[in-house]
């Protein structure tokens, strides 16, 4: 089973910029879509953006034109670019497959809180 280690969250003042990085310890990555995903206290965890093995990129409504996904198929490493955070992105960020059914055992995640 593949192991998911998040990191580059942080705590930064609304308006301000964090890239997360996802390394994948399993060479299969590359035939998988990938997803970051986040989940607030007393909320449930939601997708945020999905990239596809070719490099297809969708995103939530909420974080379009401010969050970039990104991969390195060589790294086994997935991105998340966010600028112009907002205190309601203050949310633990996971990654995992894309899909109903993430592929993969969840991560520790990365603490992502954003003041106003």
């Known amino acids: 089973q593949a192991q998911l280690v998040e990191s580059g969250g942080g705590t930064v003042q609304a308006g301000g910029s964090l890239r997360l990085s996802c390394a994948v310890s399993?060479?299969?990555?590359?035939?998988?879509?990938m997803g970051w995903y986040r989940q607030a206290p007393g909320k449930q965890r939601e997708s945020v953006a999905v990239i596809t093995t070719g490099g297809t990129t969708t995103y939530a409504d909420s974080v379009k034109g401010r969050f970039t996904i990104s991969r390195d198929n060589v790294k086994n490493t997935v991105y998340l670019q966010m600028n112009s955070l907002k205190p309601e992105d203050t949310a633990v960020y996971y990654c995992?497959?894309?899909?109903?059914?993430?592929?993969?055992?969840w991560g520790q995640g990365t603490q992502v809180t954003v003041s106003s």
């Open positions: 399993r060479s299969s990555f590359s035939i998988y879509a």
């Open positions: 995992n497959t894309a899909g109903i059914v993430p592929i993969y055992n």
